[in-house]
């Protein structure tokens, strides 16, 4: 049988304007996608209004283009997929495998972000609050391309979680599994940060009965005081004028060679040579790595 074709993506989130954590997330995605002759599909994350800063999206999609980027299709947007969360959602509840919790945040404050099952055997109504999911006391594991044997016992390190919010807002949990199935994803390259979120979703795919995806989860790019580089710590915004030298400190974060020609080329040149180049193993075996030690090219 042969192996299914690579189907690989780009999710950002529009709570702000792509940085550079977010290029380095980006590039890895395609190249890898680019490389395996497969295809790269753009979905903009944007489950959650209240954090989503005007303009954003179009933004993100705009900075995307500049610095080269093509993806396949039309860009797949989240909040136009809360009928298909809410009927699984509503599917599972039925089933007893999800159920309302009522708890606070201060109740829960003592448990260390382990939800402890308070409300498990109550029978909350689902619209009393926040549903979550039942998880069983089961250690799972996977061998991420890069950062090697994962394990995580989803009872002990992560208790029941939350799949829609006591707002009504589906949680990224839900929608990441459900759309990756859905849009036949086969390949998951993204930041280590979400390495810790990777065994509740090998549950959720087990619970839809879709395969599970390859993963290789890439090194974060961390500011001085040990930060990821990310929206809530106000990173600077992508600047249009500097897509080459930042695609090639790019490629310098995830171990990839190019030549010094590079430094003249488009962003497209750049981008086409990188994918005939592409080698993931080169990738960084660390969890993060400081932007301060990424020599400067422009």
Same mark, same amino acid.
């Given at each position: 049988?042969?192996?299914?074709?690579?189907?690989?993506?780009?999710?950002?989130?529009?709570?702000?304007? /792509?940085?550079?954590? =977010?290029?380095?997330?980006? #590039?890895?995605?395609? $190249?890898?996608?680019?490389?395996?002759?497969?295809?790269? #599909?753009?979905?903009?994350?944007?489950?959650?209004?209240?954090?989503?800063?005007?303009?954003?999206?179009?933004?993100? $999609?705009?900075?995307?283009?500049?610095?080269?980027?093509?993806?396949?299709?039309?860009?797949?947007?989240? =909040?136009?997929?809360?009928?298909?969360?809410?009927?699984?959602?509503?599917?599972?509840?039925?089933?007893?495998?999800?159920?309302?919790?009522?708890?606070?945040?201060?109740?829960?404050? &003592?448990?260390?972000?382990?939800?402890?099952?308070?409300?498990?055997?109550?029978?909350?109504?689902?619209?009393?609050?926040? @549903?979550? /999911?039942?998880? &069983?006391?089961?250690?799972?594991?996977?061998? %991420?391309?890069?950062?090697?044997?994962?394990?995580?016992?989803?009872? !002990?390190?992560?208790? %029941?979680?939350?799949? !829609?919010?006591?707002?009504?807002?589906?949680?990224?949990? /839900?929608?990441?599994?459900?759309?990756?199935?859905?849009?036949?994803?086969?390949?998951?390259?993204?930041?280590?940060?979400? #390495?810790? =979120?990777?065994?509740?979703?090998?549950? #959720?795919?087990?619970?839809?009965?879709?395969?599970?995806?390859?993963?290789?989860?890439?090194?974060?790019?961390?500011?001085?005081?040990?930060?990821? $580089?990310?929206?809530?710590?106000? =990173?600077?915004?992508?600047?249009?004028?500097?897509?080459? &030298?930042?695609? /090639?400190?790019?490629?310098?974060?995830?171990?990839?060679?190019?030549?010094?020609? $590079?430094?003249?080329?488009?962003?497209?040149?750049?981008?086409?040579?990188?994918?005939?180049?592409?080698?993931?193993?080169?990738?960084?075996?660390?969890?993060? @790595?400081?932007?301060?030690?990424?020599?400067?090219?422009?």
């Amino acid at each position: 049988m042969k192996n299914p074709p690579y189907i690989g993506r780009f999710a950002p989130t529009p709570s702000g304007y /792509l940085h550079f954590g =977010s290029l380095v997330a980006a #590039l890895a995605s395609c $190249l890898d996608a680019r490389a395996a002759g497969g295809l790269w #599909l753009m979905r903009m994350e944007d489950l959650d209004p209240p954090r989503e800063v005007a303009g954003a999206q179009a933004a993100i $999609l705009q900075t995307l283009e500049t610095y080269g980027f093509e993806w396949d299709g039309a860009c797949v947007r989240q =909040s136009e997929r809360h009928e298909a969360y809410e009927q699984i959602l509503q599917r599972w509840f039925n089933h007893g495998l999800a159920y309302a919790c009522t708890c606070s945040r201060k109740q829960l404050e &003592p448990f260390n972000g382990i939800y402890p099952g308070l409300c498990r055997n109550l029978g909350h109504a689902p619209e009393a609050g926040a @549903i979550r /999911l039942r998880v &069983p006391e089961v250690e799972y594991h996977f061998t %991420d391309r890069v950062q090697g044997l994962q394990r995580q016992h989803l009872g !002990r390190e992560a208790g %029941d979680f939350v799949i !829609r919010r006591r707002d009504g807002l589906y949680a990224y949990q /839900l929608a990441v599994v459900i759309d990756d199935a859905w849009q036949g994803v086969t390949d998951i390259v993204r930041g280590a940060d979400l #390495l810790d =979120s990777t065994p509740r979703q090998l549950y #959720l795919q087990e619970l839809l009965g879709v395969p599970q995806p390859r993963y290789l989860h890439v090194p974060l790019i961390t500011q001085p005081d040990g930060h990821k $580089l990310g929206k809530s710590y106000r =990173s600077p915004p992508l600047p249009a004028d500097q897509a080459t &030298p930042l695609l /090639l400190r790019a490629l310098q974060a995830l171990g990839q060679p190019f030549d010094t020609h $590079l430094h003249y080329a488009t962003p497209q040149e750049l981008l086409g040579q990188a994918a005939r180049q592409w080698d993931a193993e080169r990738i960084p075996k660390v969890p993060a @790595i400081p932007e301060a030690t990424l020599q400067s090219l422009q």
